[in-house]
């Protein structure tokens, strides 16, 4: 999506955050991100650290995918991916990310379009779920087929992670 004069800069940071969660599911990358990503929780003892360069969107599908696994409602999943807007750093983000790509767009972005780019919304979530949902028909076949969640390895992280 270019944005034209036509196109608000609200409407493109929500379009592209849209565009960002509809290619993930199937991405490659990140794909075997996520599997070794949950392959080494089940593994390792101590604590874990998500290196991301927002630490929103991979982030925060893997955080969720590691909730939904453990069996954590769905409403709290949701909850605890949107706590990224309450992030202190978003003003660091912003200052790191935005001179970069509103001098690419040739315009500023207002600061509900910084938010929309910068920060997560539940639709985000939601398309990635339905596009993973959408190419082998549940969230659990996705997570088993595609990221390599057998029953092992859920077994494993239900035993390190539910008391």
Do not use: W
Not at 14 to 21: D, G, K, N, P, T
Not at 121 to 134: K, M, S
Request: proline share 3%; net charge negative.
């Amino acid at each position: 999506m270019d944005i034209g004069p036509d196109t608000s800069a609200a409407d493109f940071a929500r379009e592209r955050m849209l565009a960002v969660y509809t290619r993930m599911p199937d991405n490659p990358a990140m794909i075997d991100m996520f599997g070794r990503y949950l392959t080494i929780l089940a593994q390792r003892e101590g604590a874990s650290l998500v290196h991301c360069y927002a630490g929103k969107d991979r982030t925060g599908v893997a955080a969720t995918m590691l909730l939904h696994i453990l069996g954590v409602a769905e409403e709290d999943q949701r909850r605890e991916f949107l706590r990224t807007n309450d992030s202190p750093t978003f003003d660091v983000l912003a200052r790191q990310s935005l001179p970069g790509i509103e001098a690419r767009l040739g315009r500023k972005l207002d600061e509900g379009a910084a938010k929309d780019l910068l920060g997560v919304r539940e639709e985000y979530l939601d398309r990635y779920l339905e596009i993973a949902t959408e190419r082998h028909g549940s969230f659990d076949t996705y997570l088993e087929a595609a990221i390599g969640v057998d029953d092992a390895l859920r077994e494993a992280l239900i035993a390190r992670f539910v008391a």
